[in-house]
């Protein structure tokens, strides 16, 4: 019977042992690692020496030695897959689990959106809008969208967004030109705001939603008040469109991605005093806290920490050596104590969490390499 003591693979702090035989497979591990923690398979990554585990048994881990010590990293959320016609939920040690299937077109999914605190997926079809339970894999809730004649949809990851309880959904018909807020323990339909609208994001309490659209290039993004649909603000005009936008975690801020013909804006828009400030260069941008961003280079090069309201980067950390900037394709960045930590994804299938302690480190403290396709399934 081999020992294999869990530690933290940010902070260091031991968390748990397990005990297994030497025949015990990685899965095996996987299973009985979730089950210590009193988690679930789909939120861990286990490693050795920083590099995850995914073949062979725990013998071959121990050496010569009976005591093993294994680094956790826990991921937020579980694993998605999703092809036109089905769902699935991936989880390691365990069969993959479909949550929906259809062999019509009409059912094709155009779109999700998950709600991490009750663990619910929404599903887009161009009929319908379903709410499944990621867990059990039980569908909870279907809402029935009355679609035009003549008229179809696109594709598109942010046409959906929970508030943070999971008790409400917001959903754009693109077809109709629509966004609608479903509440999902009544089934009704308690927002509804005609326009043209591709992206669309919560505020943290939930009283009030962004929206930005792309008909006729009006590039307009809305503010509203849920509770009574009123305007509270419209986030300037411009030439493009609107490809992304988010709350502060407290709300005063709002971050938005335009596509120009030419280029392509990042602005930070305070909710306050109604004026925008141009974060131009930063890209993949994220709220770490209240008052700091943290994003990409245009190059990919460098990651910036830029503090609110000034709206320019205090802090530049080169990536040379780290990861190849051309290599580099999607960025993640995620609060951690009084600094953050930045998961990068790697056109060469690997990617990286690199720690970074405060705002002012300059040097990750720890440096983790993972393989690409479970963390991006993971942190989609």
């Given at each position: 019977?081999?020992?294999?003591?869990?530690?933290?693979?940010?902070?260091?702090?031991?968390?748990?042992?397990?005990?297994?035989?030497?025949?015990?497979?990685?899965?095996?591990?996987?299973?009985?690692?979730?089950?210590?923690?009193?988690?679930?398979?789909?939120?861990?990554h286990l490693l050795r020496h920083n590099q995850e585990l995914s073949s062979g048994t725990v013998g071959q881990l121990a050496g010569a030695g009976?005591?093993?010590e294994i680094s956790v990293l826990f991921v937020p959320g579980p694993r998605f897959v999703?092809?036109?016609?089905?769902?699935?939920?991936?989880?390691?040690?365990?069969?993959?689990?479909?949550?929906?299937?259809?062999?019509?077109?009409?059912?094709?999914?155009?779109?999700?959106?998950?709600?991490?605190?009750?663990?619910?997926?929404?599903?887009?079809?161009?009929?319908?809008?379903?709410?499944?339970?990621?867990?059990?894999?039980?569908?909870k809730e279907q809402l029935v969208v009355e679609m035009k004649s003549g008229r179809s949809a696109s594709p598109s990851p942010k046409l959906m967004d929970f508030t943070e309880d999971g008790s409400q959904l917001a959903v754009i018909d693109d077809s109709q030109h629509v966004l609608k807020i479903w509440d999902l323990q009544s089934k009704a339909c308690i927002f509804e705001a005609p326009s043209c609208f591709e992206v669309c994001a919560f505020s943290p309490d939930g009283l009030r939603i962004v929206a930005g659209g792309a008909c006729d290039m009006d590039g307009t993004a809305t503010v509203w008040q849920v509770s009574n649909s009123s305007c509270l603000q419209r986030l300037g005009l411009t030439d493009g469109y609107?490809?992304?936008?988010?709350?502060?975690?407290?709300?005063?801020?709002?971050?938005?991605?335009?596509?120009?013909?030419?280029?392509?804006?990042?602005?930070?828009?305070?909710?306050?005093?109604?004026?925008?400030?141009?974060?131009?260069?930063?890209?993949n941008v994220a709220f770490v806290s209240?008052?700091?961003?943290?994003?990409?280079?245009?190059?990919?090069?460098?990651?910036?920490v830029v503090k609110v309201p000034e709206g320019r980067a205090v802090l530049s950390v080169p990536l040379e050596g780290t990861?190849?900037?051309?290599?580099?394709?999607?960025?993640?960045?995620?609060?951690?104590?009084?600094?953050?930590?930045?998961?990068?994804?790697?056109s060469e299938n690997n990617a990286l969490a690199l720690t970074f302690p405060s705002l002012e480190s300059t040097v990750p403290?720890?440096?983790?390499?993972?393989?690409?396709?479970?963390?991006?399934?993971?942190?989609?």
């Open positions: 019977m081999l020992h294999v003591s869990l530690c933290h693979a940010v902070t260091g702090d031991h968390l748990a042992v397990v005990k297994l035989q030497a025949t015990a497979s990685i899965d095996d591990l996987y299973v009985a690692s979730a089950q210590v923690l009193n988690r679930d398979t789909f939120v861990l009976e005591d093993i999703a092809s036109a016609q089905s769902i699935w939920l991936l989880s390691i040690g365990t069969e993959p689990q479909m949550l929906k299937e259809s062999t019509s077109e009409s059912s094709s999914v155009l779109s999700m959106a998950f709600a991490r605190k009750t663990n619910q997926i929404a599903i887009k079809t161009l009929d319908t809008v379903q709410v499944w339970d990621v867990i059990s894999g039980e569908l609107f490809t992304g936008a988010l709350f502060s975690p407290d709300g005063s801020w709002i971050v938005t991605a335009t596509r120009e013909p030419n280029y392509e804006e990042v602005l930070l828009w305070d909710q306050a005093e109604h004026r925008a400030l141009d974060l131009y260069g930063n890209y209240d008052s700091v961003l943290v994003g990409m280079t245009e190059d990919r090069g460098c990651i910036n990861i190849r900037p051309h290599s580099l394709f999607a960025a993640l960045f995620l609060p951690y104590k009084h600094g953050f930590v930045a998961i990068l994804g790697s403290h720890n440096v983790i390499s993972f393989s690409l396709e479970k963390t991006i399934e993971a942190l989609a």
